[in-house]
């Protein structure tokens, strides 16, 4: 009877550091989260490394400058552009004899409607008699959007996360495939929208008709803008023999580009 009140108050003790330290991890997650895509001038929402879904999500993170001018095709009209696996730029710096893109680079191609397409480069030439014009060659990953005035090309960098269920791991691929955490039990995204009244939607019917969620889209006359991602997920740990879980649910703001807003990334062919 003496010693049952510190054994009880060590038990309470015991349970609580438990879930500091699960509540810590996860919040770890977290960060690493939001650290790359608070500095993105765009986070588009892509299917490169893994498909976006509820339990993975992929971006495209701008690494070159102010985006290389892309030019229409010579020959073949706007359906050659198109379906093309190639694309002419215009370097604008004259004195540089070599552009920032190279073979094993992935490219976001955006035109001034808001499509993009993310192609993986497989060869950069010079475009003969004509200075300062390159092909980016992206062959087997056709092109899959209209050439409008303005359209650029941005060098970018793939970001991905994805959970899996079978080893309750939670992994990163920046270029490698990595585990960020272990033992985590459960975890969705939800895509956070904002319509055009203002009201905040929770995975609004059509967000992911084209297999990607689109950044922004119609909808029964309602114009929705992907604003955010909600994280929910739980991980557990064992204290005095028995598991302890935590759910933590945390926002990731996605960054804007006030120039150039990615509506939809649509998939190479």
Not at 18 to 43: C, H, I, K, N
Request: charged share 20%; proline share 6%; hydrophobic share 35%.
């Amino acid at each position: 009877m003496a010693y049952a009140p510190l054994v009880q108050s060590l038990q309470i003790r015991s349970d609580q550091e438990t879930a500091a330290s699960v509540q810590a991890r996860m919040r770890r997650v977290l960060e690493v989260f939001t650290q790359d895509l608070r500095s993105a001038v765009f986070g588009a929402i892509t299917n490169t490394p893994y498909p976006s879904s509820v339990t993975s999500v992929s971006f495209a993170l701008i690494e070159g400058g102010a985006g290389y001018p892309v030019l229409p095709h010579d020959q073949g009209g706007s359906q050659s552009f198109r379906t093309a696996s190639e694309t002419k730029i215009l370097q604008m710096v004259a004195d540089q004899s070599q552009v920032d893109i190279q073979r094993g680079d992935n490219v976001l191609m955006v035109n001034a409607s808001g499509q993009a397409v993310l192609l993986p480069v497989t060869n950069v030439n010079p475009v003969g008699g004509e200075p300062n014009r390159w092909h980016i060659v992206h062959a087997g990953c056709g092109n899959t959007i209209d050439y409008t005035p303005n359209t650029l090309l941005f060098r970018v960098r793939t970001l991905g996360f994805k959970y899996r269920a079978d080893t309750r791991t939670l992994l990163v691929n920046d270029g490698l495939e990595m585990p960020l955490a272990f033992e985590i039990s459960r975890f969705r995204i939800d895509y956070v929208y904002r319509t055009g009244s203002g009201n905040e939607v929770i995975n609004p019917p059509g967000y992911a008709a084209s297999g990607t969620p689109a950044q922004v889209f119609n909808y029964e006359g309602r114009l929705y803008t992907l604003r955010r991602l909600q994280l929910v997920f739980a991980s557990e740990e064992l204290s005095r023999g028995k598991k302890v879980e935590r759910t933590y649910t945390g926002q990731v703001e996605l960054s804007n580009n006030p120039t150039y807003q990615v509506k939809e990334v649509v998939p190479c062919r």
